[in-house]
T-cell receptor, first 114, second 115 residues
Framework: EAQVTQNPRYLITVTGKKLTVTCSQN?????MSWYRQDPGLGLRQIYY???????DKGDVPEGYKVSRKEKRNFPLILESPSPNQTSLYFC?????????????FGPGTRLTVL | AQKVTQAQTEISVVEKEDVTLDCVYE???????LFWYKQPPSGELVFLIR??????QNEISGRYSWNFQKSTSSFNFTITASQVVDSAVYFC????????????FGAGTRLFVKA
């Protein structure tokens, strides 16, 4: 089944404790992206990757890191989480780096930083 | 700059009513793409439709229809004979060359359909 998976689905952590949210897709998509969803703000892009070893900042990259060592995986790293990073996070992938392709979203990761 | 505005924060209707969700966008691109996504209470994001800027034909899919009007920069979404299962947050989104084809989302419209 074609899908985007994220882990964990729920995470409660404390300020400053490094964490990684994994994202994996099995569709051989080139383009992957991370979004955060906050009430009243819709989804905002954090980072995106056009292909392996190619990443770039989205609209709200501060406090986050990403890597793309393999085509299928695109982990999101919070080196020192803070309470303002409490949010719902979505990973997405699409066939190519083009607005023509539909993005497929993972199920979301709800993160709470205390 | 690109922008998507969904002015309706919440809409409440009674089952079987028709409801239209508004989406107004701003872009300087001549080639761009518009999307609608549904987020049910379970939280996942479900793709509904993609439309490119050169195709202004309206589209109907069952009870769903979309009205794309470039003259007013709008891409409105209508649900006919709404059902309780239509209760969700609906997002309109825009992708264009400006900003490197990043997808810009509106703030979303929460639709409540009461039985």
């Amino acid at each position: 089944e074609a899908q985007v998976t994220q882990n964990p689905r729920y995470l409660i952590t404390v300020t400053g404790k490094k964490l990684t949210v994994t994202c994996s897709q099995n569709m051989n998509h080139e383009y992957m992206s991370w979004y955060r969803q906050d009430p009243g703000l819709g989804l905002r892009q954090i980072y995106y990757s056009m292909n392996v070893e190619v990443t770039d900042k989205g609209d709200v990259p501060e406090g986050y890191k990403v890597s793309r060592k393999e085509k299928r995986n695109f982990p999101l790293i919070l080196e020192s989480p803070s309470p303002n990073q409490t949010s719902l996070y979505f990973c997405a992938s699409s066939l190519s780096y083009s607005g023509t392709d539909t993005q497929y979203f993972g199920p979301g990761t709800r993160l709470t930083v205390l | 700059a690109q922008k998507v505005t969904q002015a309706q924060t919440e809409i409440s209707v009674v089952e079987k009513e028709d409801v239209t969700l508004d989406c107004v966008y701003e872009t300087r691109d001549t080639t761009y793409y518009l999307f609608w996504y549904k987020q049910p209470p379970s939280g996942e994001l479900v793709f509904l439709i993609r439309r490119n800027s050169f195709d202004e034909q309206n589209e109907i899919s069952g009870r769903y229809s979309w009205n794309f009007q470039k003259s007013t920069s709008s891409f409105n979404f209508t649900i006919t004979a709404s059902q309780v299962v239509d209760s969700a947050v609906y997002f309109c989104a825009l992708s264009g060359r400006t900003g490197g084809f990043k997808t810009i989302f509106g703030a979303g419209t929460r639709l409540f359909v009461k039985a």
